[in-house]
């Protein structure tokens, strides 16, 4: 059983937002899993900028600094 972090009804929300008009349990449950595989690389990036600065608190600049290092 996979954990739950991101609801399937917000998969379908983004997906219908870039125009799809139909979308598949497949294609939800795929893009769910995408989102959350980069959500927890970034957050282990994001603790390890924040632990290397002598941080315990995550800060949104990590997460900025993070997602850009990713492009």
């Not at 995408?34 to 600065?53: C, G, L, N, T």
């Amino acid at each position: 059983m996979s954990k739950r972090l991101i609801p399937l009804a917000a998969m379908e929300k983004i997906l219908k937002n870039c125009g799809a008009d139909r979308v598949s349990d497949k294609a939800k449950a795929v893009l769910k899993s995408v989102i959350e595989d980069k959500a927890e690389e970034i957050a282990r990036q994001a603790v390890s900028f924040a632990q290397h600065a002598g941080r315990k608190t995550i800060k949104a600049e990590d997460i900025k600094l993070v997602a850009k290092s990713m492009r």
